[in-house]
């Protein structure tokens, strides 16, 4: 496709289950990034990975959030044990651009998670 | 890490008029600030950046003045249409590092 990709784009779950999101950026883009964003609010970076490497995951909330891009391009966001105050929407981001080049983030239409 | 401010909170324009929206920084080393849009429901997205060998950028209607003495930056929107009624975010990057920080945002909302 032409642009960033997430599914699902709604999540409910029961408080405690684990939850998996997947982020399919854009074709060729070395840079990805997921965001966190609650109602009302700005994106609240989470982690980023150039290609498959993980280079700073230091906004992850707690460890029950864990994300991994193995062949650098899918990523999947996966947060175990949900607990309400993670209701939010998960947004995606992918660059051109490897770390230092800083550059347009081209964001994915996010997956809303309810957690009941 | 980057911290940044962004006022106001909401701002309600008439039709025609202008909009200024105002960024904060703290990072003296950040060299590039965006401005994204992002629609009810939809996702964000980019429209102006400048990076920090200028002071002013221009794109239409839209604008992006930077002082980096004072550590701040505004975006203009000129002859405002309802169509520009959205929220908007500005953003600075972290230290040596790719991600950005973004504001609390801005809604801004256009009076036919």
């Known amino acids: 496709g032409a642009g960033v990709s997430q599914s699902p784009r709604y999540k409910v779950a029961k408080r405690g289950q684990d939850v998996a999101l997947r982020c399919d950026p854009i074709s060729g883009h070395v840079s990805l990034f997921w965001y966190q964003q609650a109602l009302g609010q700005g994106p609240e970076f989470l982690t980023y990975?150039?290609?498959?490497?993980?280079?700073?995951k230091s906004g992850l909330p707690s460890d029950r959030f864990f994300a991994e891009r193995p062949e650098g391009s899918v990523s999947t966001l996966k947060i175990q044990r949900t607990q309400q105050e993670d209701s939010a929407v998960y947004l995606c981001?992918?660059?051109?651009?490897?770390?230092?080049?800083?550059?347009?983030?081209?964001f994915g239409e996010g997956s809303r998670l309810t957690v009941l | 890490g980057e911290n940044v401010e962004q006022h106001p909170s909401t701002l309600s324009v008439q039709e025609g008029d202008s909009a200024v929206i105002k960024c904060t920084y703290s990072?003296?080393?950040?060299?590039?600030f965006p401005w994204y849009k992002q629609e009810l429901g939809k996702r964000p997205q980019l429209i102006i950046d400048?990076?920090?060998?200028?002071g002013e950028k221009k794109d239409q209607r839209i604008a992006v003045t930077l002082n980096k003495t004072a550590k701040h930056f505004s975006l203009h929107i000129t002859e405002t249409q309802p169509e520009d009624s959205a929220v908007y975010f500005c953003a600075a990057p972290a230290t040596g590092a790719n991600n950005l920080f973004f504001g609390t945002g801005t809604r801004l909302t256009v009076i036919p």
């Open positions: 990975f150039q290609n498959e490497a993980q280079l700073d």
């Open positions: 981001a992918s660059s051109l651009g490897g770390a230092g080049d800083t550059g347009e983030l081209f």
């Open positions: 400048i990076r920090s060998n200028v």
């Open positions: 990072d003296s080393a950040s060299n590039y």
